[in-house]
């Protein structure tokens, strides 16, 4: 559900996608590529198009560049089906998120995070405060935090597994729908697309 126009326009003209830009640059040998370079590179390479995926996940931007149909513009026999798609998008949007694979997640980094901080407050504990007596209780508590750390990094990997498959599903089915409804002459996917995103600055 890719704006294919847009994509291209963001890699080439957006600095956030430069890492992007720089494999594309590399493949073809080229400072600054033209869209049909560009083109060529994507099919080319496939990572590239990945890459730019993942940009767009890591900086919570969607790669859903369709918006909502307005049900009050739509005939009345299909406007079930608009008001699914609708439904499907919202929550292929929600759940984008966990496209990622979990190890390069956002939810691992807060895991660790929090994980070296309790290191840290556990050396703050028994070296500054010389509690030194209390050192086993402490070290204690902290093998305890690692246990529920990796608990709940299984939990959320378990999760990020569950929603990806989901997402997977739901995304085939809302094209399917779409291309329904685009051949019986409800709607143009074209007209669908999001041309630029409001979040680039």
Do not use: C
């Not at 050396?123 to 902290?142: E, H, P, R, T």
Request: overall charge negative; proline content about 1%.
């Amino acid at each position: 559900m890719l704006n294919k126009k847009r994509m291209m326009h963001e890699i080439l003209h957006v600095g956030l996608y430069d890492l992007v830009l720089q494999d594309v640059q590399k493949l073809i040998g080229k400072e600054k590529p033209t869209e049909e370079e560009l083109d060529e590179a994507l099919q080319r390479d496939p990572q590239i198009l990945r890459d730019y995926m993942q940009t767009n996940v890591e900086y919570n931007l969607s790669n859903i560049h369709l918006r909502n149909i307005d049900l009050d513009t739509i005939d009345e026999a299909a406007k079930e089906r608009a008001a699914q798609i609708n439904r499907n998008l919202d929550r292929l949007r929600e759940i984008e998120k966990y496209t990622l694979d979990f190890e390069n997640s956002a939810t691992l980094v807060l895991i660790f995070s929090v994980e070296f901080f309790v290191l840290f407050s556990v050396q703050y504990f028994i070296v500054l405060l010389d509690l030194k007596a209390w050192q086993w209780w402490i070290y204690a508590f902290f093998m305890l935090s690692i246990v529920a750390a990796w608990w709940y990094a299984k939990k959320e990997q378990k999760k990020y597994a569950v929603n990806g498959a989901k997402y997977k599903a739901l995304y085939s089915e809302t094209l399917a729908l779409i291309e329904v409804l685009e051949k019986e002459g409800y709607l143009k996917k074209e007209d669908l697309y999001i041309d630029e995103s409001d979040e680039h600055i």
